[in-house]
């Protein structure tokens, strides 16, 4: 697993080649299968691959071009009406019950929940030689840019007002491949024992 997370990388030019629907699956089902606090899984994910939706949500991304030139996309839906159908109102404590954190918290854990399904899925992809990038600047309640297109990019999908489009993932096979340089931060820069300066 860690040489697949080292393998990884963001990916914006797509080859033609299209993606079998069975990897496909592949991919939706390992998110799916991700992590879920009280298994409330408040996320949806919706397959996009119509080329007039890849051009709307390529304009809502503030007009990133690998949205529209990727094979496919997965929509990540934030479902905020998850917490109510999971049938968690008899915990009474809102550490352990969102829904019971006012607007904003049920948001926060909402959007740090679809992080998991997120990464599984882009890892399964990777795994199927499937390339990737996150799409997280885009038009939505959050971010406040672009309301006339996130409007008719909530229409399009059938989204209703308490569910939030996150983040898209594009998919496609690498156009150009290259040699994966990871840019990151040293362990100890990161990592710690007990306590922020202290070395693991």
């Not at 309301?147 to 594009?170: D, F, M, W």
Request: hydrophobic share 40%; net charge neutral.
């Amino acid at each position: 697993m860690l040489d697949l997370i080292k393998s990884r990388k963001s990916v914006r030019k797509y080859s033609d080649k299209h993606i079998p629907d069975e990897d496909l699956r592949k991919i939706l089902e390992a998110g799916r299968l991700a992590p879920s606090w009280m298994n409330v899984q408040c996320w949806k994910f919706i397959l996009i691959k119509s080329q007039e939706t890849k051009n709307l949500l390529s304009e809502l991304s503030a007009g990133q071009v690998h949205v529209k030139n990727a094979d496919a996309l997965i929509v990540c839906v934030a479902d905020l009406n998850g917490w109510e159908e999971a049938k968690i109102t008899h915990i009474s404590k809102p550490a352990l019950n969102p829904a019971l954190q006012g607007d904003n918290g049920l948001l926060i854990r909402t959007m740090e929940q679809i992080i998991y399904p997120i990464s599984y899925m882009m890892l399964e992809a990777e795994s199927l030689n499937v390339k990737s990038c996150i799409i997280g600047a885009l038009g939505n309640e959050i971010t406040g840019i672009l309301p006339e297109v996130y409007a008719r990019v909530k229409n399009i999908l059938g989204l209703n007002s308490k569910q939030i489009l996150s983040t898209i993932i594009t998919l496609g096979y690498e156009a150009e491949p290259a040699p994966v340089e990871k840019k990151r931060k040293d362990f100890d820069d990161v990592v710690f024992l007990e306590k922020i300066g202290s070395k693991f």
